[in-house]
C-alpha cells in the first residue's frame, strides 16, 4: 500500500466515525498535533482500556496491529505531526 496516497483527512473521519462518539475532532486532531495519545486514551470505557491493554502486552497481538496498512498510515501521520494531506 503506498502510504503517500492516503488522504489523512479522510483516514482521521474515518477513525473518528468507527469511534462511536467516544473521540472527537478536536482531541484526535490536538493528539496528532501534540504526538501524545493520553487525551483519546482518557475518553475509552474501562472496557476499551482494558482490551487495549491487552493487545499492547502481548508482542504477537501488538505485531499484527502494527502491521496493518490502517495502523502503519496512523503512524505515518501522527510522526509527521498532522492531519494535513503530503
Do not use: Y
Request: net charge positive; aromatic share 2%.
Amino acid at each position: 500500500m503506498d502510504n503517500s496516497k492516503i488522504d489523512k483527512k479522510k483516514l482521521m473521519d474515518a477513525v473518528i466515525s468507527s469511534s462511536g462518539g467516544k473521540i472527537d475532532k478536536e482531541t484526535f486532531q490536538g493528539a496528532i498535533e501534540e504526538k501524545n495519545i493520553d487525551p483519546l486514551l482518557k475518553n475509552l470505557s474501562a472496557e476499551d482500556k482494558e482490551k487495549l491493554k491487552s493487545v499492547m502486552s502481548d508482542k504477537k497481538s501488538m505485531e499484527a496491529v502494527l502491521n496493518s496498512p490502517q495502523a502503519k498510515a496512523l503512524l505515518k501521520a501522527f510522526l509527521k505531526g498532522g492531519g494535513k494531506n503530503g
